[in-house]
């Protein structure tokens, strides 16, 4: 699968079938009525649109149940990656120093995620260099 790009609601799928697969439209339809107030049929039809997209992949439940069960197909890596590619054009016009830069001026990052940070940049530049 080349560019995964994701809506909210199979974001929400996606994060299920990621924490634990194969799972049937009862345990998706639980879970997701439980998160996100979906009702059983909202599941359904989400998981048909995924199907229909190459996100995810219906087979057998398995010895000793029925139905279905669904599996992911789409790497989680990848989505975020998109996800984040996507954000960053939107709002910050593909620059990371920006988005970084309204984040440290808001006050929003802590010490440890500036130590986190500090410590990536570091890590980058040694792959950079020759």
Avoid at 24 to 41: I, P
Avoid at 86 to 92: G, K, W
Wanted: proline letters at 3%; one cysteine or more; aromatic letters at 4%.
């Amino acid at each position: 699968m080349e560019q995964v790009k994701l809506t909210a609601s199979e974001w929400n799928v996606m994060n299920c079938l990621w924490e634990s697969s194969p799972q049937t439209v009862m345990q998706l339809s639980g879970t997701l009525e439980r998160t996100m107030g979906w009702h059983r049929s909202t599941t359904i039809t989400t998981l048909h649109r995924m199907e229909s997209k190459g996100l995810i992949r219906c087979e057998p439940a398995g010895e000793g149940k029925r139905g279905k069960a669904y599996v992911p197909l789409a790497d989680r890596e990848q989505a975020a990656a998109a996800e984040t590619k996507s954000f960053l054009d939107r709002v910050y016009h593909g620059s990371v120093g920006l988005m970084v830069s309204a984040m440290a001026r808001r006050q929003s990052l802590g010490a440890e995620e500036i130590t986190e940070l500090r410590a990536i940049l570091d890590e980058a530049g040694k792959e950079d260099a020759p």
